[in-house]
């Protein structure tokens, strides 16, 4: 089975991505975190992109496409794409490659959220400098400030979570990412799931949209 979730930045992809990709066995593709990752460890792709991350614009489609098939051309589990497709032009570029494989995509949901709650979301947002755990200082705060419940290391904030980036994103949002809306909306197997409710709230409505 082969899955993208879509919504702006902070509708909760991330978490949600988690949740179904252990459920369902398939494979969670984040290119937000496979750039991190690479950022961190200081590689030529991290270097590539880092002007990218920290001002909050995308990365070029071309090299998207391109880290995405190579990592992934061996892969033989179902994909749970999340934070990818951003742009039609990515969109076409995962259909052609999808099509040259004998596959395609089985469903596509979208967490519909307000954009004033994202960005609460997002200045709110802390994740674990280790795990790589997600809280949220007001609605999912960790038991000790700044202390992962899980691993005990420090919290950080995101680079891109700070505010002046955070505006950038949804804007990016809005001019390049919403588009696909439309896009895999006429397709049949595009799904709308409230993604201001609970995070297992969400997951409880994703699962049900995914059995029908
Ligand atoms: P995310 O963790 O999904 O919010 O992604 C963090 C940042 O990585 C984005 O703001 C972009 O700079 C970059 N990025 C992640 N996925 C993509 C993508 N599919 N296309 C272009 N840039 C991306």
Same mark, same amino acid.
Do not use: H, M, W
């Given at each position: 089975m082969n899955i993208i979730l879509l919504g702006y930045p902070g509708s909760g992809k991330g978490t949600?991505?988690?949740?179904?990709?252990?459920?369902?066995?398939?494979f969670h593709?984040? /290119?937000?975190?496979?750039?991190?990752?690479?950022?961190?460890?200081?590689?030529?792709?991290?270097?590539?992109?880092?002007?990218y991350l920290s001002a909050g614009r995308l990365v070029p489609d071309r090299l998207v496409l391109e880290v995405l098939k190579s990592r992934l051309s061996a892969e033989t589990r179902g994909l749970l794409?999340?934070?990818?497709?951003? /742009?039609?032009?990515?969109a076409e570029g995962l259909d052609n490659w999808f099509a040259g494989r004998s596959q395609s995509i089985d469903a596509v949901v979208f967490l519909n959220v307000?954009?004033?709650?994202?960005?609460?979301?997002?200045?709110?947002?802390?994740?674990?400098?280790?795990?790589g755990k997600i809280y949220?200082?007001?609605?999912?705060?960790?038991a000790k400030e700044n202390v992962c419940d899980a691993c005990g290391k420090p919290l950080t904030i995101r680079e891109d979570d700070?505010?002046?980036?955070? /505006?950038?994103?949804?804007?990016? +949002?809005?001019?390049? /990412?919403?588009?696909?809306?439309? +896009? +895999?909306?006429?397709?049949g197997n595009?799904?709308?799931?409230?993604?201001?409710?609970t995070p297992e709230a969400v997951a409880e409505k994703v699962a049900a949209l995914l059995k029908r």
């Open positions: 949600q991505a988690k949740v179904l990709s252990q459920k369902l066995g398939i593709v984040s /290119t937000g975190d496979i750039f991190r990752e690479e950022l961190a460890k200081k590689t030529p792709l991290g270097q590539e992109v880092v002007g794409f999340d934070g990818f497709p951003r /742009t039609v032009d990515q307000a954009e004033g709650e994202v960005i609460k979301r997002l200045c709110a947002r802390r994740t674990c400098s280790a795990c949220n200082t007001i609605s999912s705060p960790p700070k505010p002046e980036v955070v /505006t950038r994103r949804i804007q990016v +949002y809005k001019d390049q /990412t919403e588009p696909l809306l439309a +896009y +895999y909306r006429s397709n595009f799904y709308e799931a409230d993604g201001g409710l």
